[in-house]
């Protein structure tokens, strides 16, 4: 019996050793492969269709939130591929609070409610110019509490109305009208990147990530330039099928 026990215990070492070894290896490999893109020798890297990239969103777990000067590195290599509109976002909104100091560091950049609205999603300006979004957590929460109010007191004018009960059914059109008669406007992002170690939204406003392509790069603190260009290049290289 202890020897079998003994048997089992070495199998589950092995396998746990050839894993690691094998995700160790996928380490280098992408470490490797990132270095060669951000030192442009992988052609196919260099011409990226921005132009379908509109609107990206950044997800940092809160931990990382503190490394302002790493989100800021980060947001020169999006201005310096090209991209335009970028929505910041956190769970205890630690970026929004540093927005001022971000905004600081960054030249020629606007924030999501002073842009023009008619022209956030509008790809005629050519120059180095990046539009933020700051969000977070509070702000979903403050938003759906707003529209499920407004979608009662509809639900309570249909019942005086008279209005039978298929009439009274709300549907996600309906909370979508709600959520933009109260403010909340935010365009949907194409591709979210996540910064952190869980592999999910983090809390990203799930209305506004109805298609959008979600891409897990890791801790912050471990970010490349390489797997930031590989991450848009797959999106830009993907056939969308559906209209917005």
Same mark, same amino acid.
């Given at each position: 019996m202890q020897i079998g026990n003994l048997g089992v215990r070495l199998l589950w070492h092995l396998l746990h050793f050839i894993v690691s070894l094998w995700y160790f290896a996928l380490g280098i490999v992408s470490a490797i492969e990132s270095y060669l893109i951000s030192r442009g020798v992988l052609k196919r890297y260099k011409t990226l269709d921005i132009g379908k990239l509109r609107y990206l969103a950044i997800v940092v777990e809160s931990e990382d939130t503190h490394q302002i000067t790493k989100v800021i590195k980060l947001l020169q290599w999006l201005m310096a591929i090209g991209v335009k509109r970028v929505c910041l976002f956190d769970t205890e909104g630690i970026l929004k609070k540093s927005k001022e100091s971000i905004l600081? %560091?960054?030249?020629? =950049? $606007?924030?999501?409610?002073?842009?023009?609205?008619?022209?956030?999603?509008?790809?005629?300006?050519?120059?180095?110019? +990046?539009?933020?979004?700051?969000?977070? /957590?509070?702000?979903? !929460?403050?938003?759906?509490?707003? =529209?499920?109010?407004?979608?009662? @007191?509809?639900?309570?004018?249909?019942?005086?109305? *008279? !209005? /039978?009960?298929?009439?009274?059914?709300?549907?996600?059109? &309906?909370? $979508?009208?709600?959520?933009?008669?109260? #403010?909340?406007?935010?365009?949907?992002?194409?591709?979210?990147?996540?910064? *952190?170690?869980?592999?999910? &939204?983090? *809390?990203?406003?799930?209305?506004? +990530? %109805?298609?959008?392509?979600?891409?897990? @790069? #890791?801790?912050? !603190? /471990? @970010?490349?330039? *390489? /797997?930031?260009?590989?991450? +848009?290049?797959?999106? $830009? @290289?993907? %056939?969308?099928?559906?209209?917005?």
């Open positions: 600081a %560091r960054l030249n020629n =950049a $606007t924030l999501f409610e002073e842009a023009d609205e008619s022209n956030l999603l509008l790809d005629h300006d050519h120059n180095k110019h +990046i539009t933020l979004e700051f969000a977070s /957590s509070s702000d979903g !929460k403050e938003a759906v509490a707003k =529209a499920a109010n407004i979608l009662f @007191m509809k639900y309570l004018q249909s019942g005086d109305s *008279g !209005k /039978s009960e298929e009439e009274s059914f709300f549907t996600e059109d &309906h909370l $979508t009208e709600a959520l933009r008669a109260v #403010g909340c406007r935010g365009p949907e992002p194409d591709l979210l990147l996540v910064y *952190g170690p869980a592999r999910c &939204h983090l *809390g990203f406003p799930v209305w506004r +990530i %109805r298609y959008t392509e979600i891409v897990h @790069m #890791g801790p912050l !603190k /471990s @970010m490349r330039r *390489g /797997s930031l260009i590989k991450a +848009i290049y797959r999106f $830009t @290289m993907v %056939r969308q099928n559906y209209g917005k």
